[in-house]
């Protein structure tokens, strides 16, 4: 057991290694573009993951703090020049931290509904969000859109510097979801989303820790907000405060596999590179529309919880098989429960611990 | 004063066309516990199928009611055996949002690649005639489409009191336990409560068309309103629906007419979260959703 | 303590490989070469993004046939100096990411020579950015408005005779050439919230009101309106001799419907897109409800500019259909293929710095009139007014383009 504890921040050093490195290798400018895209997802997602799977619940929120912080990077550079190119990514931390403490005051609201309500709660706060951007004309420009200067970065490596402030964001996102898994603020989580009732019963403090959890996510959606506004180079209100940005984020982590540290991030990667390419090459049809949706359907049907929980299950599965075949006894390790099962250890665990 | 009474007047008229297809939604829901995102979408199929048959055999969208309830009837037969039985009980309610999200797309897809997008309106021959009362406007197609609505509710009220299969579904809708021992099939009623639900969207999509034009992506534009009413009259009521049409109509025809329509979406918005926040189960919601 | 074996899943591995794979994807195609470089022989291949779905899909789908059928009239004539044109076209699904990805792509993965705008007008501005990024001319026949040109790009040509905002200026100019007696007095303006639709009516409004034509209504309404009669009726209540609408395409139609239904028929009426459309307006609104509406228009039918008959015989034998319904998006996008002919003719030579070197000085004939530009990209002339008359879209001012008389006061509606 304790040899196997190491084997995931190994594992999570080798893939930040290789990400960090791919730009070293004189990648072509097209292949950037796309991973700084998807890296953008991949830290929104796993934000949302916080929140949308280890509390379990869903927010449909996240787009509209995703367009305060890329309202927020093009307001404070209408009357702030640019001259390094860095200054929007040192703005990210206020943005987050003020993002963030907004969220705690969305949270303290919305999040005395669940479940369905709570995500219709949080959508209507995303609608809520875009019509104030759209008709807050003397702040936001309205439909107009807001403009911000182009980054003095050199062609030949434009892209690095986002690049690499959101493979950062996503070492911290992934970080937080690592160190929330093993603490007992992870078990919190994962107790509330078993049994919102049964946990604050035996004494978890579910209402600090759901708004802990659901501002900390909003900050980093905040943040690769402003990445994402600074990046483009032009913001409107449809596009900044989208429904697409959440529902986006939402399938990445329900395909990946919610409450996983990995589920999200491999969500990101495959739907986001798939998207930006299919649309490149197989656009001109909504072909690509209904593709999208039957391997959703497929997903979903096939692997209810999600790529890596599912992948898990299987190979445990057949370890167990093997294990069984060796030992030639039916009696399986109790370490090797079905996932599903973890909010309810959660709760006995937390209960072990008070 | 002209102008609020004559944004009461809209909003009441509109009101039918969203008090029908909420309707069908909290239907799905009250049946399934499923909140049907596709529910837009099949609107907008509809809405399409009753344009079919206007260009191509010039039938009123009245008379092709009846024709095209019974197709998105085993449409929705079939969506609900395909993508929503296979759903364990214990992911439904999580998996169901997404599996519908999915299935909105899924005709969006199919009905922008046989429809192209462009933006299409059934033009009958009564389109642009109104009647002035009192120095109010009434329109002809918006008073035809309230009554269209009004009378499709009542068939979907008859069938729901005066049937077998009705009592069956509101026996299910009331206390699922008590159904099941009652000896209701359960999933029997599943399907046919989808099925009903999405011929409840195709009645709702012939009078949409008639008055608002509509291409594929417009069920995104239908889905958060229908949200928004189905929520505000408290999910698994007809009744509700009705009622949370008729404030979201008329509180943003209302707002548009004597403020300003850049503020009316948001009106309902804060109407919603206000009530929300209040009584989490709606207006005329018996059960708190998530609370079991 | 099963929450901690969730850690460690397999899904390291796949990232990794997966991650690998774009890598090796990445590096197989050369390293990505900046500054327009492209081929000087071979075909000469001109990339586009355009929204071929999603919202704007429509006007998408008429820049296409526009650059299409450019290509097609000058391969026939063996090409852009011998080299023949093949035009890449690429869907942005009308999104802004897809829209960064995919002038990435096109510049950076398949070395396109030369970059055409793309027709949603939300786009231009970060796909300009894209192409300026790596030397590239940007020629857009479509989003012009005034945030573009504060870029200050000078890799941008607006591809059309006016900036977008003042589209709507010589209606102004026409009601202001009329004698006192037979100017509107009072003005109504319903516009749609959107870059390039208020702010036509509102360039409108400043000339009226500098005029001394009263404003009695001004109202504002968002892109997802569904319903616009709670505007026109509140409009139709001040009885205003003209009404402006600061329209898109849906919206002008709506407009027209309700003020049919109200029977209100102002003196004058103007729109600044949707009325425009020669194929769409009377088939939603009704042939009968057309008749004394103004527009705006830079390309119309028998037009005399440069290669417009050629263009309009070209399109009706491809496409079909007679030369008013012609969508004039098709007609700027095939300007833009027409000015970088006119640069090859000129210069004998086709690379971006020479295009934009080029494109800013002179005036270039197109089909849409002659075309010069300022240092931003902006355009300096200006457009046409056009008028239903008989079912028919014809210019009516300035009097160097009209082909017919200017109808007014507006005729009824036709219901």
Same mark, same amino acid.
């Given at each position: 057991?304790?040899?196997?504890?190491?084997?995931?921040?190994?594992?999570?050093?080798?893939?930040?290694?290789?990400?960090?490195?791919?730009?070293?290798?004189?990648?072509?400018?097209?292949?950037?573009?796309?991973?700084?895209?998807?890296?953008?997802?991949?830290?929104?997602?796993?934000?949302?993951?916080?929140?949308?799977?280890?509390?379990?619940?869903?927010?449909?929120?996240?787009?509209?703090?995703?367009?305060?912080?890329?309202?927020?990077?093009?307001?404070?550079?209408?009357?702030?020049?640019?001259?390094?190119?860095?200054?929007?990514?040192?703005?990210?931390?206020?943005?987050?931290?003020?993002?963030?403490?907004?969220?705690?005051?969305?949270?303290?609201?919305?999040?005395?509904?669940?479940?369905?309500?709570?995500?219709?709660?949080?959508?209507?706060?995303?609608?809520?969000?875009?019509?104030?951007?759209?008709?807050?004309?003397?702040?936001?420009?309205?439909?107009?859109?807001?403009?911000?200067?182009?980054?003095?970065?050199?062609?030949?490596?434009?892209?690095?510097?986002?690049?690499?402030?959101?493979?950062?964001?996503?070492?911290?996102?992934?970080?937080?979801?690592?160190?929330?898994?093993?603490?007992?603020?992870?078990?919190?989580?994962?107790?509330?989303?078993?049994?919102?009732?049964?946990?604050?019963?035996?004494?978890?403090?579910?209402?600090?820790?759901?708004?802990?959890?659901?501002?900390?996510?909003?900050?980093?959606?905040?943040?690769?907000?402003?990445?994402?506004?600074?990046?483009?180079?032009?913001?409107?209100?449809?596009?900044?405060?989208?429904?697409?940005?959440?529902?986006?984020?939402?399938?990445?982590?329900?395909?990946?596999?919610?409450?996983?540290?990995?589920?999200?991030?491999?969500?990101?990667?495959?739907?986001?590179?798939?998207?930006?390419?299919?649309?490149?090459?197989?656009?001109?049809?909504?072909?690509?529309?209904?593709?999208?949706?039957?391997?959703?359907?497929?997903?979903?049907?096939?692997?209810?919880?999600?790529?890596?929980?599912?992948?898990?299950?299987?190979?445990?599965?057949?370890?167990?098989?093997?294990?069984?075949?060796?030992?030639?006894?039916?009696?399986?390790?109790?370490?090797?429960?079905?996932?599903?099962?973890?909010?309810?250890?959660?709760?006995?665990?937390?209960?072990?611990?008070? | 004063?002209?102008?609020?009474?004559?944004?009461?007047?809209?909003?009441?008229?509109?009101?039918?066309?969203?008090?029908?297809?909420?309707?069908?939604? !909290?239907?799905?829901?009250?049946?399934?516990?499923? %909140?049907?995102?596709? $529910?837009?979408?099949? &609107?907008? +199929?509809? *809405?399409? /199928?009753?344009?079919?048959?206007?260009?191509?055999?010039?039938?009123?969208?009245?008379?092709?009611?009846?024709?095209?309830?019974?197709?998105?009837?085993?449409?929705?037969?079939?969506?609900?055996?395909?993508?929503?039985?296979?759903?364990?009980?214990?992911?439904?309610?999580?998996?169901?949002?997404?599996?519908?999200?999915?299935?909105?797309?899924?005709?969006?897809?199919?009905?922008?690649?046989?429809?192209?997008?462009?933006?299409?309106?059934?033009? !009958?021959?009564?389109?642009?005639?109104?009647?002035? %009362?009192?120095?109010? $406007?009434?329109?002809? &197609?918006? +008073?035809? *489409?309230? /009554?269209?609505?009004?009378?499709?509710?009542?068939?979907?009220?008859?069938?729901?009191?005066?049937?077998?299969?009705?009592?069956?579904?509101?026996?299910?809708?009331?206390?699922?336990?008590?159904?099941?021992?009652?000896?209701?099939?359960?999933?029997?009623?599943?399907?046919?409560?989808?099925?009903?639900?999405?011929?409840?969207?195709?009645?709702?999509?012939?009078?949409?068309?008639?008055?608002?034009?509509?291409?594929?992506?417009?069920?995104?534009?239908?889905?958060?309103?229908?949200?928004?009413?189905?929520?505000?009259?408290?999910?698994?009521?007809?009744?509700?629906?009705?009622?949370?049409?008729?404030?979201?109509?008329?509180?943003?025809?209302?707002?548009?007419?004597?403020?300003?329509?850049?503020?009316?979406?948001?009106?309902?918005?804060?109407?919603?979260?206000?009530?929300?926040?209040?009584?989490?189960?709606?207006?005329?919601?018996?059960?708190?959703?998530?609370?079991? | 303590?099963?929450?901690?074996?969730?850690?460690?899943?397999?899904?390291?591995?796949?990232?990794?490989?997966?991650?690998?794979?774009?890598?090796?994807?990445?590096?197989?195609?050369?390293?990505?070469?900046?500054?327009?470089?492209?081929?000087?022989?071979?075909?000469?291949?001109?990339?586009?993004?355009?929204?071929?779905?999603?919202?704007?899909?429509?006007?998408?789908?008429?820049?296409?046939?526009?650059?299409?059928?450019?290509?097609?009239?000058?391969?026939?004539?063996?090409?852009?100096?011998?080299?023949?044109?093949?035009?890449?076209?690429?869907?942005?699904?009308?999104?802004?990411?897809?829209?960064?990805?995919?002038?990435?792509?096109?510049?950076?993965?398949?070395?396109?020579?030369?970059?055409?705008?793309?027709?949603?007008?939300?786009?231009?501005?970060?796909?300009?950015?894209?192409?300026?990024?790596?030397?590239?001319?940007?020629?857009?026949?479509?989003?012009?408005?005034?945030?573009?040109?504060?870029?200050?790009?000078?890799?941008?040509?607006?591809?059309?005779?006016?900036?977008?905002?003042?589209?709507?200026?010589?209606?102004?100019?026409?009601?202001?050439?009329?004698?006192?007696?037979?100017?509107?007095?009072?003005?109504?303006?319903?516009?749609?919230?959107?870059?390039?639709?208020?702010?036509?009516?509102?360039?409108?409004?400043?000339?009226?009101?500098?005029?001394?034509?009263?404003?009695?209504?001004?109202?504002?309404?968002?892109?997802?309106?569904?319903?616009?009669?709670?505007?026109?009726?509140?409009?139709?209540?001040?009885?205003?001799?003209?009404?402006?609408?600061?329209?898109?395409?849906?919206?002008?139609?709506?407009?027209?419907?309700?003020?049919?239904?109200?029977?209100?028929?102002?003196?004058?009426?103007?729109?600044?897109?949707?009325?425009?459309?020669?194929?769409?307006?009377?088939?939603?609104?009704?042939?009968?409800?057309?008749?004394?509406?103004?527009?705006?228009?830079?390309?119309?039918?028998?037009?005399?500019?440069?290669?417009?008959?050629?263009?309009?015989?070209?399109?009706?034998?491809?496409?079909?259909?007679?030369?008013?319904?012609?969508?004039?998006?098709?007609?700027?996008?095939?300007?833009?293929?027409?000015?970088?002919?006119?640069?090859?003719?000129?210069?004998?030579?086709?690379?971006?710095?020479?295009?934009?070197?080029?494109?800013?000085?002179?005036?270039?004939?197109?089909?849409?009139?002659?075309?010069?530009?300022?240092?931003?990209?902006?355009?300096?002339?200006?457009?046409?007014?056009?008028?239903?008359?008989?079912?028919?879209?014809?210019?009516?001012?300035?009097?160097?383009?009209?082909?017919?008389?200017?109808?007014?006061?507006?005729?009824?509606?036709?219901?």
């Amino acid at each position: 057991m304790r040899a196997v504890a190491y084997i995931g921040p190994v594992r999570g050093f080798a893939f930040f290694a290789v990400l960090a490195s791919l730009p070293l290798f004189n990648l072509a400018h097209w292949s950037l573009n796309i991973l700084v895209f998807t890296l953008m997802y991949a830290v929104m997602s796993s934000a949302w993951n916080l929140v949308g799977g280890f509390a379990g619940y869903p927010s449909l929120g996240h787009g509209a703090f995703f367009g305060i912080g890329a309202y927020a990077t093009a307001l404070w550079f209408q009357h702030h020049t640019i001259t390094s190119g860095y200054e929007p990514f040192l703005l990210l931390p206020v943005i987050g931290i003020l993002a963030a403490g907004l969220g705690l005051g969305v949270a303290a609201i919305a999040m005395r509904t669940r479940a369905d309500v709570f995500a219709i709660v949080t959508i209507t706060l995303l609608f809520v969000t875009q019509t104030l951007a759209f008709n807050l004309r003397s702040l936001t420009h309205g439909a107009q859109g807001l403009s911000i200067d182009v980054p003095p970065f050199a062609a030949g490596t434009f892209e690095r510097p986002f690049y690499y402030v959101l493979l950062l964001l996503l070492l911290v996102a992934m970080g937080i979801s690592f160190g929330a898994m093993r603490s007992k603020f992870g078990l919190s989580l994962a107790a509330i989303r078993a049994d919102e009732d049964k946990a604050r019963g035996i004494g978890v403090r579910t209402l600090g820790v759901k708004l802990l959890s659901f501002s900390v996510s909003v900050g980093l959606t905040a943040m690769v907000g402003g990445v994402w506004a600074y990046y483009e180079g032009f913001i409107y209100p449809q596009f900044a405060v989208d429904p697409l940005v959440t529902i986006a984020i939402v399938l990445m982590t329900f395909l990946g596999g919610r409450a996983t540290l990995w589920g999200p991030v491999l969500g990101a990667f495959i739907l986001e590179t798939a998207q930006q390419t299919l649309a490149y090459s197989l656009g001109g049809s909504q072909f690509y529309l209904i593709a999208y949706a039957l391997v959703f359907l497929l997903v979903m049907l096939l692997m209810p919880q999600g790529i890596v929980p599912s992948v898990q299950t299987r190979l445990r599965r057949r370890r167990r098989r093997a294990a069984v075949d060796a030992a030639g006894s039916p009696g399986a390790p109790a370490a090797s429960r079905s996932s599903e099962s973890g909010g309810r250890d959660a709760v006995a665990a937390v209960k072990g611990h008070g | 004063m002209h102008a609020l009474i004559q944004g009461l007047i809209l909003g009441i008229l509109t009101s039918g066309v969203y008090a029908l297809m909420a309707s069908g939604q !909290t239907l799905i829901f009250g049946v399934m516990k499923v %909140v049907n995102l596709a $529910q837009g979408a099949m &609107v907008i +199929l509809g *809405a399409y /199928l009753a344009y079919q048959l206007f260009t191509a055999f010039g039938i009123d969208p009245l008379l092709a009611i009846p024709v095209t309830t019974v197709m998105m009837f085993f449409l929705g037969v079939g969506v609900q055996l395909l993508f929503l039985r296979p759903l364990r009980d214990e992911d439904r309610s999580e998996l169901s949002l997404l599996v519908t999200f999915a299935v909105a797309l899924l005709l969006e897809g199919i009905m922008s690649v046989t429809w192209k997008s462009s933006v299409r309106s059934i033009n !009958t021959s009564y389109a642009n005639s109104s009647w002035t %009362v009192l120095g109010y $406007q009434i329109t002809l &197609v918006r +008073l035809w *489409a309230f /009554l269209l609505s009004i009378a499709a509710l009542g068939v979907l009220f008859l069938l729901l009191n005066r049937t077998r299969f009705g009592r069956a579904i509101r026996a299910t809708v009331q206390n699922p336990e008590s159904a099941r021992l009652l000896g209701v099939e359960s999933s029997r009623v599943s399907a046919i409560g989808f099925g009903l639900g999405a011929a409840t969207a195709a009645a709702a999509g012939s009078v949409y068309g008639l008055l608002y034009p509509f291409n594929s992506g417009s069920h995104y534009d239908l889905i958060s309103r229908l949200l928004s009413i189905v929520l505000l009259g408290g999910l698994g009521s007809i009744g509700g629906a009705v009622i949370g049409a008729l404030i979201v109509s008329t509180s943003s025809a209302v707002v548009a007419s004597t403020i300003s329509p850049t503020w009316s979406e948001m009106t309902f918005f804060v109407i919603l979260l206000l009530v929300l926040l209040v009584r989490p189960q709606g207006l005329f919601g018996t059960t708190e959703r998530g609370s079991i | 303590m099963n929450i901690r074996n969730r850690l460690h899943g397999r899904s390291a591995v796949l990232l990794v490989a997966g991650a690998m794979a774009v890598l090796a994807t990445g590096c197989a195609s050369s390293g990505g070469g900046s500054g327009g470089a492209g081929k000087s022989t071979g075909p000469l291949v001109v990339g586009a993004s355009v929204s071929l779905t999603g919202d704007f899909s429509d006007s998408g789908k008429a820049v296409q046939r526009g650059y299409q059928l450019w290509a097609d009239t000058v391969n026939a004539q063996g090409g852009v100096l011998g080299r023949k044109v093949t035009v890449k076209l690429v869907d942005d699904a009308s999104s802004p990411t897809q829209v960064v990805t995919n002038y990435q792509n096109l510049i950076n993965k398949d070395h396109v020579d030369l970059t055409f705008g793309p027709f949603s007008t939300l786009l231009t501005i970060p796909a300009a950015k894209v192409a300026k990024r790596y030397s590239y001319a940007f020629l857009a026949p479509a989003g012009g408005g005034p945030d573009v040109f504060k870029q200050n790009l000078d890799n941008f040509f607006f591809v059309q005779p006016a900036p977008t905002t003042q589209s709507g200026d010589v209606f102004a100019k026409y009601i202001l050439s009329l004698s006192p007696a037979q100017r509107p007095k009072t003005a109504a303006y319903a516009e749609l919230d959107d870059p390039f639709s208020a702010p036509i009516a509102e360039s409108i409004r400043a000339r009226f009101e500098a005029a001394g034509i009263k404003t009695v209504y001004k109202q504002v309404y968002p892109s997802e309106t569904q319903d616009l009669s709670p505007v026109m009726a509140a409009l139709a209540a001040k009885k205003p001799d003209v009404i402006v609408g600061g329209t898109q395409s849906e919206d002008a139609y709506a407009q027209v419907k309700s003020l049919v239904q109200l029977k209100y028929n102002p003196k004058f009426m103007f729109q600044s897109n949707g009325a425009n459309s020669p194929l769409e307006f009377p088939n939603k609104v009704g042939a009968a409800n057309t008749a004394g509406i103004f527009s705006s228009a830079d390309w119309f039918p028998g037009s005399d500019a440069t290669g417009s008959a050629a263009f309009t015989a070209a399109y009706t034998k491809k496409f079909g259909g007679t030369a008013q319904q012609v969508d004039d998006s098709s007609a700027e996008a095939y300007a833009t293929g027409q000015l970088i002919e006119a640069v090859a003719k000129k210069t004998g030579k086709i690379d971006n710095a020479t295009i934009i070197k080029t494109l800013h000085s002179g005036s270039w004939p197109t089909v849409l009139g002659t075309l010069s530009w300022s240092a931003n990209g902006s355009p300096t002339g200006s457009f046409n007014l056009v008028q239903w008359q008989g079912g028919k879209l014809l210019p009516i001012y300035p009097s160097s383009v009209a082909q017919a008389k200017p109808v007014f006061p507006k005729p009824n509606w036709g219901g």
